[in-house]
């Protein structure tokens, strides 16, 4: 496990390294964003299947009501059903009107975001990825929203207000 904390600093600096020598944080974190992919899927056997962020001192509510705030990055506000997805396998499973929570977005998610209620990323801000294509579509979008993929899992029932950057984990409503 000391080997996969050692990898995540390399990142860390490695996005500070691009970001000095380009002056650009969005390169810096298209960077960081795919190094993390690729992280992910090869230490996912070394870790709990459910699991990127590796620090146990994060206590995970269950609790309805639960929000955590983000930057607002595409406005809108939509409830729906939540669909965790850590790489492109898992976003094949996406149905139409799910809110996606990942990681990050690239290019090869675009073709899931015409049937999404909204998404919400960990890595991001105004012109990631994730916020560009929500807004060409009109989704609302959250970014920054760091250990959402911990906090909320594939089933939950949520309110994403992307007009003031919160995901709230809401009762599920009942069946009419």
């Known amino acids: ?39 992910i899927q ?32 595409s406005q809108g506000v939509a409830k729906g059903t939540v669909r965790v997805a850590l790489d492109l396998k898992e976003a094949s499973l996406l149905q139409p009107g799910e809110i996606l929570v990942t990681y990050c977005t690239d290019i090869g998610w ?11 990323t960990e890595l991001g801000g105004l012109i990631s990825h994730g916020a560009v294509v929500s807004r060409e579509y009109g989704l609302p979008c959250i970014a920054g929203l760091h250990g959402a993929t911990l906090h909320f899992k594939t089933g939950d029932y949520v309110l994403l207000d992307g007009n003031k950057g919160i995901l709230q984990r809401l009762s599920k409503p009942e069946d009419s």
């Open 42 to 73: 090869y230490m996912k056997p070394f870790v709990a299947s459910d699991t990127v962020n590796i620090n146990p001192k994060i206590e995970i509510s269950d609790a309805d009501n639960f929000s955590m705030k983000g930057i607002p990055v």
């Open 110 to 120: 675009s073709p899931y975001f015409p049937i999404l209620g909204g998404v919400v």
């Open 1 to 39: 496990m000391h080997q996969h904390v050692e990898c995540l600093k390399e990142v860390k600096v490695g996005t500070k390294w691009i970001k000095k020598q380009f002056g650009d944080l969005q390169i810096a974190t298209a960077f960081q964003c795919d190094l993390m992919s690729e992280m």
